[in-house]
Structures are given as structure tokens and as C-alpha cells.
């Protein structure tokens, strides 16, 4: 039986994301990208990333550091870092190209 989650992973994380970009190449070898013949991520990719320090890209070449906190049928709700605070944002799937969690 999986463990509850303590209330503190829905707060936001307690330090700086890394500095560096993971590797996108290896994102997509681990199949954390869109569903052959849809064009979204699907809301199960993403479940092994909740409360998971998490890179993600966008499919306009934006990305960036995200926590996952809440998965819903075609969103995440992620804190997400800005390059000064981590911000609450909720993110459609379908603006997601890939990611990888740490």
C-alpha cells in the first residue's frame, strides 16, 4: 500500500532548481513524451513525477524547473521556478512537449 503524501509536499520546494538543463534526448527515451497518434501527454505519464523535483518543455521551446503537485484529466498543477520564486501555476498537458523528474 503506497504511503500517504505529508502535507508538506504540496509546498512549494525549499531551494534553488539546478542551474543546468536535463537532457531532453533522455526525457523522451524514458517515454516521458507525447502519446503516438495524440498530441498531448497523457495524465498517467506524469504520475510517476508528482511531488518530483520535474524539467519540463513546452512545444513553443520554452521550459523549465516544475513540482508537480496535483494531476487532473488534462492538467498538472505544478510550483513552478521563474528564476527568482517558485510560482503555483496550472498547466495544460497539451502545451507540454516532454519531461523528465529527478
Sequence with gaps: MEKAKSPNSYYP????????????????????TKTPGKNEIEPETVLPCLFKLTYLWFNNSFSLWSKPVALYESSILCWIWNGNTWLLYNIPLYQLECFICF
Design 13 to 32: 520546494p525549499k531551494f534553488v532548481p539546478p542551474s543546468g538543463v536535463p537532457s531532453k534526448y533522455k526525457a523522451k527515451a524514458l517515454g516521458f
